[in-house]
């Protein structure tokens, strides 16, 4: 099974300010997917990337897929409360997705 | 509303007191897939169905069991529950493997 690793693990922040997370693995994915989750409920997917290189914007969100699609990064511009939560990756294994392989999280506080 | 329900939220048990975690789907999705999440080790995939009567094991199947006799259910079954399963469970579904994953909204269990 491949290993994804995230850091920071924990990321607290003054509202307005920008941050980067990060995703990386020794492997390469088929696809990699982004996912926050609230207390007390579900991941829910934020973005997909596919292609080496894509960038992907979502609104102050902005997602990169490496060269080699090994590992992946989320900016986020103007942070606010409302991004508070934990920020999961995930890999999938093989071009059929049949097997995601998730990250730890990043766990990030944005400070009002 | 498009939805993944899991039945209980919370359960407490003790062990080898056989018990079943439900989850249902009301977007008549292929895929299903069943994790376990634990404080620094993120989401484990325990099994997964490609559709009725498909169920293979994910990552950590040891002391599960699954089945998927109507598109809709997939219930997770703890035949002997043991304390290392005490954990935070989560149904996910998607339209087919490596798709948007939706995910319910979490089963918390406690065995002592």
């Known amino acids: 099974t491949q290993l994804l690793e995230q850091s920071p693990q924990f990321l607290s922040i003054q509202e307005g300010e920008n941050l980067t997370v990060y995703c990386n693995s020794s492997?390469?994915?088929?696809?990699l997917q982004w996912y926050r989750q609230e207390p007390g409920e579900g991941p829910v997917l934020l973005v997909t990337v596919v292609t080496g290189g894509e960038v992907k914007k979502l609104k102050r969100l902005t997602f990169q897929f490496g060269d080699a699609r090994k590992d992946s990064s989320l900016h986020i511009t103007a942070a606010q409360p409302g991004d508070t939560g934990l920020y999961l990756c995930?890999?999938?294994?093989?071009?059929?997705?049949?097997?995601?392989?998730f990250g730890p999280g990043t766990r990030l506080s944005v400070l009002p | 509303e498009a939805q993944v329900t899991q039945n209980p939220r919370y359960l407490i048990t003790v062990t080898g007191k056989k018990l079943t975690v439900t989850c249902s789907q009301n977007m008549n999705h292929e895929y299903m897939s069943w994790y376990r999440q634990d404080p620094g080790l993120g989401l484990r995939q325990i099994y997964y169905s490609m559709n009725v009567e498909v169920t293979d094991k994910g990552d950590v199947p040891e002391g599960y069991k699954v089945s998927r006799k109507e598109k809709r259910n997939f219930p997770l079954i703890l035949e002997s529950p043991s304390p290392n399963q005490t954990s935070l469970y989560f149904c996910a579904s998607s339209f087919t493997s490596g798709a948007r994953q939706y995910f319910g909204p979490g089963t918390r269990l406690t065995v002592t």
């Open positions: 492997s390469v994915f088929s696809s």
């Open positions: 995930a890999g999938a294994e093989d071009n059929y997705g049949q097997n995601f392989v």
